[in-house]
Each structure stands twice: as C-alpha cells, then as structure tokens.
C-alpha cells in the first residue's frame, strides 16, 4: 500500500528566504504525486502535480517540487517565501487506479516578518 | 460554476444525534468522495463515489453511510453521531474515475463538533 511521511511538522521562515517542504512516498508502482495547499479555515487548493511526465514540476504561486525515484522523494520548494505563504501544506499520493488519494499528515509553514 | 458546494460550515450535535452532510458539485464529475480532517493525521477517506448508484467504503468508514442518488449530489449520514466524530469534513469530486492523475477538487468543509 501506498504511504506518504511529511518529515516536518512545522517549518519557519522569514520572509524573502527559500522555502524546504519535504516529502516521502511508499509505493510499488509508478505514483502520481500532488501538493496541496491550505490556508487557515478555508479549503484544499492544488499546487502542483506529478504524473510522470517532466520530474521537475512547477506550480502555482512560485512553488515547484522535483520527483525523484531512486529517493522516494517529492520536496516542495519556492525561491523566496511571501507572508502569504503561510498556511498547511499537504503531500498527497493517488492509488494505483482509481481516485483515491492518500494524505501526509501535513506541515504548517510559518513565514516571519 | 460554483465547483464544490458544503452545507452547513458549521454544526453542534449531541452524542447519538443524526444528521447529513450535504456535498454537491456543479462540474458534472463522476467521481466524488468524503474525507475527514484530524489534527497531525491529514485527511482520511471515508467514503466514495464513481458514479449515481455507486459507492464503496474509504479508510474509515464506521459510523457514516453515503448515497449517490444523481450526479451532482454525494451526502454523508452520520447515523448516531459520537464524539469521535468531530472532525473537519471535506467533500471533493473529479471528472473521471479511472485515472489516477486526475485533480480532485475540494469544497470549503464543515466543521463538526460532537458534544
């Protein structure tokens, strides 16, 4: 089955410093990997996605994140944070077929003026 | 389009209440699927949709029963609510139902509260 590991539960930044989110996955095939965002009582937007096309994936809001198999990884990463920036970010695996998603357990970016 | 609609944002209930969730899409997607939100857990499946007439059990699915009845509409039951059952819930929905690469959209969530 497949299983996703946020390796940080909370991470600050000061403003106009690189953001680092980072992501594990677990799984036997080829996933399809997603960010997504959530700030404070609102609902899940999309970032970005992963669909084994191009491993490098650029999204919204100046985020990217690189897929890298022989890592299990899929860090989430942006240049230079904003105090926009700040809410709870998810990494997201699909199954194998079908819709279903699985999520980390989430990081809460901090972003400091 | 609206996208995805949640009724109400907010609800109270007392232990061994029932009441429904309303979730309903205006995208003509197949797919649709209930999630609940725990602090440090993410999101958990509960229960999903590919399709009017068509449902089948997430992750956790004790304690809720769903129906699809049309396409536009997916609604969560809970039967006798308990108070392991606050939570955040969230409905999201989907054009297809085979494709694993397929964005999922998510309404703004009701925020239930077991007393």
């Known amino acids: 089955a497949q299983s996703v590991t946020q390796l940080d539960s909370h991470v600050s930044v000061s403003e106009g410093t690189p953001v680092l989110l980072r992501c594990n996955y677990s799984?036997?095939?080829?996933?399809?990997l997603f960010w997504y965002v959530q700030h404070p009582n609102k609902g899940l937007q999309l970032l970005l996605k992963?669909?084994?096309?191009?491993?490098l994936v650029k999204g919204i809001n100046g985020f990217e994140a690189e897929f890298k198999k022989s890592e299990t990884s899929f860090h989430l990463t942006k240049p230079s944070a904003h105090m926009s920036d700040a809410a709870e970010y998810f990494c997201?695996?699909?199954?194998?077929?079908?819709?279903?998603?699985?999520f980390g357990a989430g990081t809460i970016l901090r972003v400091k003026s | 389009n609206a996208g995805v609609t949640q009724t109400p944002k907010f609800q109270v209930l007392k232990t061994g209440q029932s009441m429904t969730l309303q979730c309903a899409q205006d995208?003509?997607?197949?797919?649709m699927s209930w999630y609940r939100q725990d602090p440090g857990m993410g999101l958990r499946l509960i229960h999903y949709?590919?399709?009017?007439?068509?449902?089948d059990q997430g992750e956790v699915p004790n304690g809720y029963n769903v129906s699809r009845s049309t396409t536009e509409d997916f609604p969560l039951r809970l039967l006798s609510a308990a108070p392991s059952q606050t939570s955040v819930y969230f409905c999201?929905?989907?054009?297809?139902?085979?494709?694993?690469?397929?964005?999922?959209?998510f309404g703004p969530g009701t925020r239930l509260t077991v007393l």
């Open positions: 999201a929905s989907s054009y297809s139902t085979g494709l694993s690469t397929d964005t999922q959209y």
């Open positions: 799984s036997s095939y080829s996933p399809s």
């Open positions: 992963y669909t084994s096309a191009a491993t």
């Open positions: 997201v695996v699909s199954a194998e077929y079908g819709n279903k998603l699985v």
């Open positions: 995208m003509n997607h197949e797919y």
């Open positions: 949709s590919v399709g009017a007439g068509i449902t």
